[in-house]
């Protein structure tokens, strides 16, 4: 059971460079979701996608791109990056409850990432 | 609009004592709540949840909460805590008034537990 994962585990970025987050799930989840993980701030919504082809912005959208091609996939892209990005990100998938609302999120192992 | 407000930022407890870690949270409509915990540098993993069933719920390594409509609260305790236990708790709200978006979580309770 492979869940949630995503690649690659650690990442060090210079200010400026691109970079794709990989997160793919094996439970056909409709929905995904990218957070991001800062020091007494919880866990805060960049994007998130309720279907192939649908996505949306979270809280903190800016610098983050976004795409849903299949079920499975859902990676996040960095366009140029900021030191001001150096987080712990974290993919999550979940499916509905059935009362309209959304079941327990299930979450990768997370990606530590450093911009300098 | 939905929220979760956790009451301490940080908990400090002997082995052995009772554990208690504080959530509030805002809904328009009936919530599905949850707790998180994630040792360090590690995942996050599901503690229990609650989805308009049993009003306390029991959830793994003895940790338990309870629903409580009338005070917005959803408190997560356990009889006796455990070294093991030291970790970041996270409260975590979803409801239909979610839309489409994803779950909003607090900011965590980091939790000691000393020896």
């Known amino acids: 059971n492979a869940g949630v994962t995503q690649t690659p585990k650690f990442q060090v970025l210079k200010t400026g460079q691109s970079m794709t987050l990989q997160c793919a799930q094996d439970m056909n989840h409709e929905y995904m979701s990218w957070y991001r993980q800062d020091p007494g701030m919880g866990l805060r919504l960049i994007h998130y996608?309720?279907?192939?082809?649908?996505?949306d912005q979270g809280e903190v959208p800016n610098g983050y791109n976004v795409s849903r091609s299949t079920t499975e996939d859902f990676p996040l892209r960095l366009l140029s990056a900021a030191p001001s990005q150096t987080s712990v990100y974290f993919c999550?998938?979940?499916?509905?409850?059935?009362?309209?609302?959304?079941?327990?999120?299930?979450f990768g192992q997370g990606t530590r990432l450093t911009v300098v | 609009a939905q929220s979760v407000t956790q009451l301490d930022s940080h908990v400090s407890v002997s082995e052995g004592t009772p554990v208690l870690l504080r959530c509030n949270y805002s809904s328009s409509y009936s919530p599905s709540l949850f707790w998180y915990v994630q040792h360090p540098n590690k995942g996050l993993q599901l503690l229990l949840k609650?989805?308009?069933?049993?009003?306390l719920v029991k959830g793994i390594n003895g940790f338990e909460a309870e629903f409580k409509k009338s005070e917005t609260s959803f408190h997560l305790t356990k009889p006796s805590a455990h070294m093991s236990d030291a970790a970041e708790y996270f409260c975590?709200?979803?409801?239909?008034?979610?839309?489409?978006?994803?779950?909003?979580f607090g900011s965590g309770t980091r939790l000691q537990v000393q020896p």
């Open positions: 609650y989805t308009s069933a049993a009003t």
């Open positions: 996608s309720v279907g192939a082809g649908i996505t």
């Open positions: 999550a998938s979940s499916y509905s409850s059935g009362q309209g609302g959304r079941a327990e999120a299930f």
């Open positions: 975590v709200v979803t409801g239909m008034d979610t839309g489409r978006r994803a779950l909003t």
